[in-house]
């Protein structure tokens, strides 16, 4: 329990960052293997986890992998983020494009779809509210951005495992929201890679999806 209270506290480059190191490490086996030039962020939080993709897609063009990476980090309540990531880098916006919205409301996928050209493989980080709902709209609007090989990661299904569970009022719903979407057309086209929680702890269990085709 020690270990999930320290990864809602930890930073990168200033800013709060709420991950695990173990999950960060299975981030950078699949950016590896996949080559995306585009991270979609669903819930930017303070714009830490946006700054930690951004310096991810940046070493994989600098191993000529990909060209023109881009981060799109979408989120209800954007100051949070502005502030942190003026403070971290005031070039941000030339690399992460913040996008005030819900995922919820359908016009956020225009305004994300905007921003990356088709055809671009794209990593999905769905890190927002985790209850069914906001899961269930992310995977529905979001996960036809990743071409076949990519990746789309339902964070914090740990919310649905009491062992994981830090508070009583977290909520619950992220884990029936995949099961039941992967049970539908375009989930048919996705597999959930279990064989990348290679570190003992992770805080995305079932999350890892892989687009097969
Ligand atoms: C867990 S935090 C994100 C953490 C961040 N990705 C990180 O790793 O540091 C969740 C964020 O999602 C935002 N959020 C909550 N509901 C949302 C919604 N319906 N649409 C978009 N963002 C939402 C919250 O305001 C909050 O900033």
């Known amino acids: 329990m020690s270990r999930v209270h320290q990864s809602v506290q930890d930073f990168y480059a200033g800013a709060p960052l709420?991950?695990?190191?173990?999950?960060?490490?299975?981030y950078e086996h699949l950016i590896w293997e996949s080559n995306p030039s585009a991270v979609i962020e669903i819930g930017s939080y303070h714009g830490g986890s946006a700054l930690w993709f951004r310096d991810?897609?940046?070493?994989?063009?600098?191993?000529?992998r990909i060209r023109d990476p881009i981060v799109v980090s979408v989120?209800?309540?954007?100051?949070?983020?502005?502030?942190?990531?003026?403070?971290?880098?005031?070039?941000?916006?030339?690399?992460?494009?913040?996008?005030?919205?819900?995922?919820?409301?359908?016009?956020?996928?225009?305004?994300?779809?905007?921003?990356?050209?088709?055809?671009?493989?794209?990593l999905v980080t769905e890190d927002c509210a985790h209850v069914y709902?906001?899961?269930?709209?992310?995977?529905?609007?979001?996960?036809?951005?990743?071409?076949?090989?990519?990746?789309?990661?339902?964070?914090?299904?740990?919310?649905?495992?009491?062992?994981?569970?830090?508070?009583?009022d977290w909520p619950r719903g992220v884990l029936q929201a995949v099961r039941d979407w992967l049970r539908t057309d375009?989930?048919?086209?996705?597999?959930v890679r279990r064989d990348l929680e290679l570190y003992g702890l992770t805080s995305n269990p079932e999350g890892f999806l892989q687009r097969l085709r």
Not at 104 to 110: A, E
């Open 18 to 26: 709420s991950k695990f190191p173990e999950d960060l490490r299975v």
């Open 56 to 64: 991810r897609l940046r070493t994989l063009a600098s191993y000529g």
């Open 75 to 122: 989120e209800v309540e954007p100051e949070r983020a502005v502030k942190a990531l003026d403070a971290a880098d005031p070039h941000w916006p030339d690399s992460i494009k913040l996008i005030a919205g819900d995922v919820r409301d359908p016009t956020t996928i225009g305004k994300v779809a905007d921003l990356v050209p088709p055809g671009t493989q794209v």
């Open 133 to 168: 709902e906001t899961t269930r709209a992310a995977l529905e609007g979001f996960a036809g951005f990743v071409q076949p090989g990519g990746y789309f990661v339902v964070e914090d299904g740990c919310v649905d495992i009491d062992e994981l569970r830090l508070h009583d």
């Open 186 to 191: 375009p989930g048919y086209q996705f597999c």
